[in-house]
């Protein structure tokens, strides 16, 4: 990859140990959140119940940092990606964009699921796998993304 302006590369390198950093917290945070559905599929209801506010606390978290980081990527890494990559890599860019609505779609999904597994006491077998899935599925779309990103932002950190 290619940075021309060296301050320029500085500055970038410094955002994406940012984003590192977050990724980092929220790559422990996605192990808690894939235990807490996994209680959620075959444990008793009293683990059920305990695995949802296990749940809640994961996906409060997870959105409470996770807006901004997107925008900040969006806004400021992903542009000097696009310049640094070659045209037949850029593509890998638009993918994580999309990425960023589908997990935003996905976190969503789950604060929806919790509602309503919430709203009745404890949940229900079908209610548990429903949220469950919904976790397993933010688990997985975000543990790609994050291994991707880490990737090409260490190749962008490494730009002369
Ligand atoms: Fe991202
Ligand atoms: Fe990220």
């Known amino acids: ?3 021309q302006n060296h301050s320029k590369a500085r500055e970038v390198s410094r955002i994406t140990q940012d984003m590192h950093d977050f990724h980092e917290e929220a790559w422990n945070q996605l192990d808690r959140l894939e235990a807490g559905a996994n209680k959620l599929k075959k444990g008793t209801p009293a683990e059920r119940a305990a695995a949802l506010k296990e749940i809640a606390k994961v996906a409060s978290f997870i959105e409470s940092g996770m807006w ?16 640094a990559l070659p045209p037949g890599r850029r593509r890998s860019v638009t993918g994580m964009e999309k990425d960023h609505k589908t997990m935003g779609a996905l976190v969503d999904e789950v604060k929806e699921a919790l509602k309503h597994a919430q709203s009745v006491a404890g ?12 976790c397993l599925r933010l688990v997985n779309v975000m543990r790609k993304h994050i291994t991707m990103e880490d990737l090409l932002y260490q190749e962008l950190g490494e730009t002369p």
Do not use: I, N
């Open 1 to 3: 990859m290619h940075l």
């Open 68 to 83: 901004s980081h997107f925008k900040q990527e969006e806004d400021e890494v992903y542009t000097a990606l696009k310049k």
């Open 123 to 134: 949940a229900s077998a079908d209610q548990s796998l429903q949220t469950a899935a919904a």
